[in-house]
C-alpha cells in the first residue's frame, strides 16, 4: 500500500504544497523568540494610519453628502 501511495502523482503534488504552505507559514512568522520585527512593526502602524485616514475621509464624504 505504502508503495502503491508513494508512486501516486497526485500525493507528491499534495506533500509539496503542504511543504510549501509550511514554509510560507515559517517565512510570515514573527522574528526570532517571536517578536516582530522592526520591519512588521513599522508596517502594521503604516496600514493602521492609511485605514484611519480613509474612515476619516469617508466620514467626511459621508457628513457632506447628508447635509
Known amino acids: ?8 502523482p497526485r500525493i507528491k503534488r499534495i506533500k509539496q ?3 510549501e504552505a509550511r514554509e510560507a ?3 510570515n512568522k514573527a ?3 517571536g517578536v516582530p520585527s522592526k520591519a512588521q512593526l ?3 502602524k503604516r496600514r493602521a494610519e492609511e485605514e484611519a485616514k480613509a474612515k476619516e475621509e469617508a466620514e467626511k464624504v459621508r457628513v457632506l453628502h447628508c447635509v
Open 1 to 8: 500500500m505504502d508503495v502503491a501511495l508513494s508512486a501516486d
Open 42 to 44: 513599522e508596517e502594521e
Open 17 to 19: 504544497e503542504e511543504k
Open 31 to 33: 522574528g526570532p523568540g
Open 25 to 27: 507559514k515559517r517565512k
